[in-house]
């Protein structure tokens, strides 16, 4: 007998063979045993997940000689000709190619004829969001005043190109994705019954790679039997499906777990051997990462058994997973933007080891911190912002705040940190009079005084860069500073005095001092730094999270707007 390909050989002939789709099952079961049918049932889900196996089990169920049940016997010949696809009353179209009008109107025209040996006469009609509009409007005509002896069982993986008014009059069940441990248990059934030999290695990274999909599943591991000529081989699926060598990510991870540059760079270079696609690598990076964030919360996850994740589990503390998961997404995104593709992974590697916290002092780990760094213009506004990580609150206790360093450290743990908390917006009292505190001081002047248009918007340009009692030293660029003449440096003075009530001398220096922030700086970090918290906390927010799983949805991140 020649081979049959697994999908077809071992397509569920029943409910209770279906791996998953509980919630479908459980719901045409008891609508079967109890007769409550409705004429018209639309199943949806990606391929490959049994849209058109339940309906054909459905269809099998509705026919049986035996009776109508969620049961069918299997044995009779209406089920066998159905099994066979042989069954007369069983009209199956492919909407894909068979999307004329008059293709449909020749199928329902007979519609209203008495099935010829079954039950019901059923029209199973598979991507059924292809049919052309005046098809749709031909079978809503029918849909409309079913004769009772006639099913449509429809499936479609886009019913949003559905018109609604079909949807409407269709009992819908969405078909779930199925989850690598589905597929992995299935293929380990098939391949025991068929007596194949496989490595356990083999199984995770078909059902990875056919992506929820069983069919897909299936057909790979036809591909893979047939490259390893009968026997599965780990070795010979990974270089079927392209995955990189696990053994080289290996040195990557370990070295990782150590926090060693050297030996990290080593391992990369040991891979450059290998020619690898660095895109799979971060990829299969990812998955290490993300397995190894599950074993550490659910120990008893199947992910224990791979020996990286736990290795990566055991060694980085969850918080540091989570950012390095973060990184690597960034670089994976990044990646076609560097240089080389090898430079871009060595850069994503060095931001995980020199970002990563350090568990001692909760002080970012840094092989030099020099006083200046040219990020330190960004640096003190997120003191006060909204958005702060815990991290960064512990190390502002643990440190003199007085400390140079210290405001550039705080800002890339808060940055670089995904777990930020998101309070709310106000400003935490400021005690230190570093050029942060006057930013804000500054702005809150400016703000409090509403002196004349021009005058404001050349004052918004300044940075407030030292108070001493009376005296404030504003710092601007020259061509501010040429019109900040002495008319309306004076008129500045005057509402400063009314402000504070006391006489104000104004200072003016050149050029802006590196770390210094004119209020319009200022306003524009504050609103970047709501922005991301409302970002974050919509994020988390489990009633949208929930909406957006509903409508397979994606949050619009540019359309957040920070409300003061
Ligand atoms: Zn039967």
Avoid at 282 to 289: A, G, I, N, P, Q
Wanted: with cysteine.
């Amino acid at each position: 007998m020649s081979y049959q390909v697994l999908a077809r050989k071992w397509r569920p002939r029943e409910f209770t063979d279906m791996v998953g789709q509980s919630h479908v099952l459980k719901a045409l079961t008891s609508a079967l045993s109890q007769q409550r049918l409705h004429h018209a049932y639309l199943f949806t889900g990606t391929r490959g997940v049994g849209k058109t196996t339940v309906a054909r089990i459905f269809a099998k169920a509705l026919n049986c000689e035996e009776g109508v049940s969620a049961t069918p016997c299997g044995q009779c010949s209406a089920c066998f000709e159905v099994d066979s696809g042989r069954f007369v009353d069983l009209i199956e179209v492919d909407a894909a190619s068979r999307t004329k009008v008059e293709d449909t109107r020749d199928l329902l025209d007979n519609v209203q004829y008495l099935p010829t040996r079954g039950r019901y006469k059923v029209y199973l009609i598979d991507e059924v969001h292809m049919l052309s509009n005046s098809s749709f409007n031909a079978l809503l005509k029918t849909l409309e005043e079913p004769p009772a002896h006639v099913m449509f069982l429809l499936a479609t993986t886009d019913p949003q190109k559905m018109p609604v008014t079909v949807l409407s009059r269709c009992l819908q069940f969405h078909l779930k994705a199925l989850t690598p441990e589905q597929i992995v248990a299935r293929l380990q059934h098939i391949l025991v019954a068929e007596k194949i030999a496989y490595d356990d290695a083999t199984l995770p990274m078909v059902a990875k790679a056919a992506n929820g999909s069983l069919r897909d599943a299936l057909s790979l591991l036809d591909q893979a039997i047939a490259h390893g000529q009968g026997v599965l081989k780990s070795d010979d699926v990974r270089d079927m499906l392209g995955f990189v060598e696990h053994t080289s990510l290996a040195g990557f991870v370990a070295a990782l777990c150590q926090k060693d540059v050297a030996a990290t760079m080593q391992a990369i270079e040991a891979m450059e051997a290998f020619a690898p696609d660095y895109l799979a690598v971060l990829d299969e990076l990812l998955s290490t990462l993300h397995g190894a964030a599950i074993v550490q919360q659910l120990p008893g996850s199947h992910y224990a058994d791979n020996e990286l994740c736990k290795r990566l589990a055991d060694a980085i503390d969850a918080e540091t997973l989570q950012l390095y998961y973060q990184i690597a997404l960034h670089g994976k995104r990044d990646l076609p933007l560097a240089p080389s593709p090898r430079e871009g992974l060595e850069m994503c590697a060095l931001r995980m080891l020199v970002f990563a916290p350090n568990e001692n002092s909760g002080t970012a780990q840094r092989p030099e911190t020099p006083a200046k760094k040219p990020e330190a213009a960004t640096a003190p506004v997120r003191q006060p912002a909204p958005v702060a990580a815990p991290i960064a609150v512990a190390a502002k206790k643990a440190e003199p705040v007085s400390e140079p360093a210290s405001p550039t450290t705080h800002v890339e743990l808060a940055t670089a940190n995904p777990v930020a908390t998101t309070s709310e917006a106000k400003p935490e009292p400021i005690v230190d009079k570093g050029l942060c505190a006057l930013a804000s001081q500054w702005l809150a002047w400016l703000d409090a005084m509403k002196v004349p248009g021009l005058l404001d918007n050349l004052a918004r340009h300044c940075a407030l860069v030292e108070q001493q009692d009376d005296v404030l030293a504003l710092a601007a660029d020259h061509q501010r500073i040429e019109m900040l003449n002495g008319t309306r440096k004076s008129e500045l003075e005057q509402a400063l005095t009314q402000q504070l009530g006391r006489p104000i001398r104004i200072e003016i220096r050149e050029p802006i001092p590196e770390g210094a922030l004119t209020p319009t700086q200022l306003q524009k970090e504050r609103e970047a730094a709501k922005r991301a918290a409302a970002e974050q906390s919509l994020n988390n927010d489990p009633r949208l999270r929930e909406l957006l799983d509903l409508t397979e949805g994606r949050l619009l991140t540019e359309t957040i707007r920070a409300l003061n």
